[in-house]
């Protein structure tokens, strides 16, 4: 098992722990694997023997690893899907990652629920949408009202999957709304663009439209998509995307 050093970072265990979940997770130690010592970890990460300990408790809170009384730190069978918070925010690449994660999984969610919705789930969402509008409007933060818009939709789609993979990916998608927010702040064209997109999803939903609302999706998460790789630019990032080139008219 070879690891990167990590330099200083603000989080250092968060991020070691985010270093060996990956390595593990890419095949350098199989199930049942014995880690090498806190002391080499500790050496490969360039970090302290105490920043090795935080982020080994990390991995054992996720399952990933487990400590055998005597014999030391084994890797665990990966049967389950695990996300931490961590592993979105630790990269602005991996925010664009997720940004394409949710092209494929919402713009089917938007088409269904413009098939299926009740009139308790038009409701639903536009309530959230008035809730996220109104705390535009206050200056305040809206992301967690945003996400309600996201999720509400995702459960009109009357496909508990959807559901259950945006809830099960709720804290990380929840931090990636609110770091492009960030990157937004004094950019009041931005909440005029959300608020225009999010009109037309409704608009399409509320019309049993399904290509228009898959449509609006598509166009609503592939401009986010745009506008944030725009910001990147200067360092040099610059993804090569579909979501990215102009769409046509």
């Known amino acids: 098992m070879q690891l990167s050093s990590i330099g200083s970072r603000p989080n250092l265990a968060s991020d070691a722990a985010t270093a060996l979940a990956t390595s593990i997770r890419s095949g350098a130690l199989q199930p049942g694997a014995r880690l090498p010592s806190e002391t080499e970890l500790a050496r490969q990460l360039g ?6 300990r935080e982020a080994i408790a990390y991995l054992k809170a996720d399952g990933i690893v487990e400590s055998r009384r005597g014999l030391g730190l084994f890797v665990n069978q ?3 899907l695990r996300l931490r918070r961590a592993e979105i925010a630790a990269s602005e690449q991996s ?3 997720f940004l394409e994660f949710r092209l494929g999984l919402e713009v089917e969610a938007a088409q269904l629920a413009s098939l299926r919705h009740t ?7 536009e309530a959230a949408e008035a809730a996220l509008n109104a705390a535009d409007d206050a200056g305040e933060d809206s992301s967690a009202h945003d996400l309600a818009l996201h999720l509400a939709v995702a459960t ?3 496909n508990p999957l959807f559901l259950t993979v945006l809830q099960f990916v709720s804290s990380p998608l929840l931090n990636s709304i609110r770091s492009m927010r960030d990157k937004d702040r004094g950019e009041d064209s931005n909440i005029a663009i959300r608020r225009t997109d999010h009109a037309a999803i409704l608009d399409r939903i509320r019309a049993r439209a399904p290509a228009g609302a898959g449509e609006a999706m598509r166009k609503h998460i592939g401009e986010s998509y745009r506008r944030y ?3 990147l630019a200067a360092s040099g990032t610059m993804p090569a995307h579909p979501a990215l080139q102009t769409p046509s008219t």
């Open 156 to 158: 009109a789609a009357h």
């Open 229 to 231: 790789a725009a910001k």
């Open 78 to 80: 990966q049967d389950s």
């Open 95 to 97: 925010i664009l990652q």
């Open 119 to 125: 009139p308790e789930d038009l409701a639903r969402m």
């Open 47 to 52: 970090v302290s023997r105490p920043v090795v």
